[in-house]
């Protein structure tokens, strides 16, 4: 009995051997499982994968057709006219960030391309209406996106995420009916007063745009400070390191997308209708009913005009411009509405 027993046990081992050795063949067999997968133009080629440290194969499977690629850094950068060299490593390293950044997040650079067929143009317009340089163009776009509503957890907002304080500074109307910060005409107009403000007292754009992100006076604090007269000696928060370069950054992919493998058709891109502009000169109770009146929807007028915080607007000294839009895809038919 106990030699049956023993030839029975033998023969399971045996046979549960083979199951595993049979089973192991065919799990090397295969190629997604036990094959490191190398990235080709057609199917992936294999080499033989790592092993994990008991032994079994480590199982690493990308992708057919995946592709990750380094960006080359310039020896040299242009902005406003100057040119920066980038020879320091500290310098490239701090472009080279920005650069992989942008480059490699698709979907946000995606947005930006299409968001600035839109706006670019008029931005610059203003820009060079008022002596600031075109380059400053790409500011807003690190700042907010060029999303006329976005606001920061310190509350400035806009285009130019201007505060409520600086944008009184300069010009703007902010209460609770009318935010002018959200305006993307006059904001950009109170930003180009800022800019040429900051080169007066920096005397060079670039430590313009660095003053940008941490304010006039923090900016001119550092550089007594640390005794320096340029940002790219200055030793700053993580933010403010990252901030020129990540202008720059955007400013060369939107120069030359397809350099860096974007490939957006123009007529993919956002465009900016044709406008009515109607000028306000009395109170206005229900901005729905007005809306209505001129032929767009309440969500059509507040999109072109985001300024207005309130479903009234109520008219004192100032007179305000409203924009219309005249796109026939946005007209307001209230019998053509879906009813629930």
């Known amino acids: 009995m106990k030699n049956i027993r023993t030839q029975v046990a033998i023969q399971s ?6 199951l595993i050795y049979i089973g192991w063949q065919e799990f090397a067999a295969s190629p997604n499982s ?6 080709g133009d057609g199917e992936p080629s294999v080499t033989t994968a790592p092993r994990n440290l008991d032994g079994t194969p480590e199982v690493i499977v990308a992708p057919a057709g995946y592709k990750a690629f380094t960006v080359p850094i310039p020896q040299q950068i242009n902005f406003v006219g100057e040119t920066i060299p ?4 500290d310098l490239r390293e701090r472009l080279d960030r920005e650069i992989h950044v942008n480059a490699n997040w698709h979907s946000n650079t995606i947005l930006m391309i299409k968001r600035a067929q839109r706006w670019l143009p008029t931005i610059e317009r203003i820009l060079e209406e008022n ?10 776009i690190i700042e907010s996106g060029l999303v006329e509503y976005a606001r920061s957890p310190a509350n400035a907002v806009g285009f130019w995420q201007l505060l409520k304080g600086t944008a009184k500074d300069f010009g703007l109307e902010v209460n609770k009916e009318v935010d002018e910060r959200y305006d993307p005409i006059k904001s950009t ?9 900051a080169h007066s007292k920096f005397g060079n754009w670039v430590n313009v745009a660095a003053s940008y992100n941490i304010g006039m006076r923090g900016f001119e604090r550092r550089l007594e400070e640390q005794k320096i007269n340029s940002y790219f000696d200055m030793l700053l928060n993580d933010e403010t390191a990252r901030y020129f370069f990540r202008l720059v950054s955007m400013k060369m992919i939107l120069e030359n997308p397809q350099a ?6 123009s007529k993919e891109g956002y465009y900016q209708p044709e406008f009515e502009v109607v000028t306000v000169t009395e109170t206005i109770d229900d901005l729905v009913e007005f809306a209505h009146t ?20 109520t008219v004192k000294r100032n007179t305000y411009q409203i924009l219309i839009s005249q796109d026939p895809a946005e007209q307001y038919n209230s019998t053509a509405q879906v009813s629930g």
């Open 86 to 89: 980038m020879q320091e490593p």
């Open 294 to 313: 001129h032929g767009v929807s309440y969500k059509i007028l507040k999109r072109y005009n985001p300024w207005l915080r309130k479903p009234k607007l």
């Open 34 to 39: 036990v094959k490191l997968a190398e990235v």
């Open 13 to 18: 081992v045996l046979i549960v051997g083979l």
């Open 189 to 197: 107009e109170a930003a180009c007063k800022y800019l040429k403000k």
């Open 260 to 265: 860096y493998g974007f490939y957006i058709d």
């Open 131 to 140: 002596g600031v340089p075109a380059d400053f163009k790409y500011l807003p």
